[in-house]
């Protein structure tokens, strides 16, 4: 699927505030912080991952797999791709 610059810039950004978190995180252990606060910062740098997660799956869904089914073998091979993601995630 080729993005949009629009998309990019977007997600792009998620991603740097992403890694802005986890640096965030480091600074907060070389302070001695608190380790509740510690952990509520990495509890949110989970639900943001989630959230690129759900948003590059949604992507995937609505433009790979469904450009995908006038073939019925690249619908049934970006199906199992779907499947192969789902099973590694609930690992």
């Keep these: 699927m080729k993005r949009d610059e629009s998309q990019k810039k977007k997600l792009n950004g998620r991603v740097a505030r992403i890694a802005g ?3 965030g995180v480091g600074r907060m252990i070389e302070e001695d912080r608190y380790c509740p606060d510690i952990l509520h910062t990495i509890s949110a740098i989970h639900a943001a991952l989630r959230g690129l997660e759900a948003t ?3 992507d995937h ?3 790979c ?3 995908s089914t006038g073939s019925k073998k690249a619908a049934k091979e970006k199906l199992e791709e779907l499947l192969q993601l789902y099973r590694r ?3």
Aim: glycine share 0%.
């Design 21 to 23: 978190q986890v640096a």
């Design 56 to 58: 590059l799956l949604e």
């Design 61 to 63: 869904v609505r433009h």
């Design 65 to 67: 797999v469904m450009e």
């Design 89 to 91: 995630r609930l690992s």
